[in-house]
């Protein structure tokens, strides 16, 4: 084996070069090495040119200090401090730094903020917002042509409110795990971005779909109650602790914090959220899994997203009833269909075996003798499974100096089979090279053991000759 496919093995399927070693070893084949070696360092060369980060100075605009107004606004009128060409996985762009800014810069498991910087007829994409040593970066591919100018800058909104959204949903999901799993429950990390969120907590088990049913009902109902929004900022921390407000995972605190709080939910929190729960409209829990050891995560969506998921689940509903021409009860229809397969998946079964037992006497029936040799052979279209076992069932009739050879094909598929008997092995025979060079004739390949092999192919009409070439080899 070449050492690029090895590698393919090994980065796309996981398979490990030792693994692949032994398996070709058993197949008296040999792997690359160094063709290995070369496509692993040419990976880690990749990685690393994607990683490496190329920053430029800071250019100064303006003196002055960043300031972030996006809890109350959406769009304000800015300049620009400094800024910087950036350069990662061989694009540009820059970094630019705001005296006003309504962006939020990524933090605390909530994305940054996307939006423009306008300025007259000119309109410059930000396409996100970092934080680097605590300080807002806006990145964007191009400088307006005037950086002294006096901008407005406007986040999208859109994003800005689905991401709200969410993130004020994590918020009564904590609420709601608590309730229903036990305060043993601690958040652990969390994502949000504009179309999903996602929440990892302490917790020792799966939960049921009992749990994430009632999960779901209780951050509904507080969606329905329409909480509003309750937020203190600059509070001292001793105070907010005395509140009840709970500090998430991994977050660091200053003297003075923000609190948010939607009812009986109280959290510490530095993130953007919804005016009012009742814009959330809804939520749904879409997936439910284990991360670490006594760490769960659950993956969620609310708003537009969820809706759009109970319209793909509505349309996959639908389609299931014109599949079973608008059975009154599908459930109850599908059952049946699924009994009525397994009870068809028996007797077909049963008819397998009873053809590939009439097959075999068949096989058995027109043996020939060729140079002293006991040579049984099969033709025609059957499946490989089948072949295999009639090549397995025939062995056990076996004298010495016997062999089965199967040349047969389904769907244009053609597949080699060989069987030898133990003597012609000890003889110096070996399946497994004979297969793979009559296979040359159905354009493929394959391999196996010294006393049984199998190659499978492209070209079905090479299958005369192959079969010709292994009866040359055996005689």
Not at 60 to 83: K, N, P
Not at 342 to 352: F, G, P, S, T
Not at 458 to 466: I, T
């Amino acid at each position: 084996m070449n050492g690029v496919d090895a590698f393919t093995l090994y980065d796309t399927y996981g398979f490990p070069l030792d693994l692949t070693e032994l398996i070709l070893k058993e197949n008296d084949m040999t792997v690359d090495e160094e063709g290995f070696k070369t496509e692993m360092q040419k990976q880690k060369d990749r990685a690393r040119n994607a990683a490496a980060v190329e920053t430029g100075d800071w250019v100064t605009v303006r003196d002055g200090e960043a300031q972030f107004v996006g809890y109350d606004l959406v769009e304000s009128e800015t300049r620009i401090l400094r800024y910087r060409k950036v350069k990662q996985k061989n694009k540009e762009y820059y970094q630019i730094v705001l005296e006003v800014s309504p962006f939020y810069a990524e933090m605390g498991g909530q994305v940054g903020d996307s939006g423009w910087l306008k300025d007259g007829d000119e309109k410059i994409e930000i396409f996100d917002t970092k934080r680097e040593n605590n300080l807002a970066v806006h990145l964007t591919n191009k400088l307006p042509s005037d950086i002294t100018a006096v901008f407005t800058a406007k986040i999208n909104t859109k994003n800005r409110t689905a991401t709200e959204s969410n993130h004020t949903a994590t918020h009564l999901l904590h609420e709601a795990l608590r309730e229903v799993l036990g305060r043993h429950v601690e958040q652990k990390g969390s994502y949000v971005s504009p179309q999903v969120l996602r929440f990892d907590f302490s917790h020792f088990q799966k939960m049921t779909d009992e749990e994430i049913r009632k999960v779901e009902k209780m951050v509904t109902a507080k969606i329905r109650e329409n909480l509003t929004l309750v937020e203190n900022r600059h509070v001292p921390i001793a105070e907010a602790k005395a509140m009840g407000a709970m500090a998430l995972f991994g977050e660091k605190y200053g003297d003075d914090v923000r609190v948010v709080r939607f009812g009986n939910s109280i959290e510490l929190c530095g993130g953007t959220h919804i005016s009012s729960t009742g814009r959330i409209g809804s939520f749904r829990i879409i997936n439910e899994s284990s991360i670490a050891a006594g760490i769960r995560r659950v993956e969620a969506i609310t708003a537009e997203a969820c809706e759009e998921y109970f319209y793909t689940q509505q349309d996959i509903l639908q389609e299931m009833k014109v599949i079973f021409n608008n059975a009154p009860n599908l459930v109850q229809t599908i059952r049946k269909f699924i009994e009525e397969n397994a009870e068809m998946k028996k007797q077909v079964e049963e008819y397998i075996k009873e053809k590939t037992v009439q097959i075999k006497e068949r096989v058995i029936s027109q043996k020939q003798d060729i140079n002293g040799i006991s040579l049984y052979t099969l033709r025609g279209h059957f499946p490989p499974d089948m072949v295999k076992d009639i090549a397995f069932q025939i062995k056990g009739q076996f004298t010495d100096h016997s062999a089965f050879i199967g040349a047969t094909d389904v769907e244009g598929k053609p597949t080699l089979t060989l069987m030898l008997s133990d003597d012609l092995v000890s003889q110096g025979l070996n399946a497994s090279l004979i297969v793979r060079e009559a296979a040359k004739h159905i354009q493929g390949g394959g391999g196996g053991q010294p006393h049984f092999a199998t190659a499978g192919g492209k070209n079905a009409d090479g299958l005369a000759k192959s079969m010709e070439e292994i009866v040359t080899k055996l005689k």
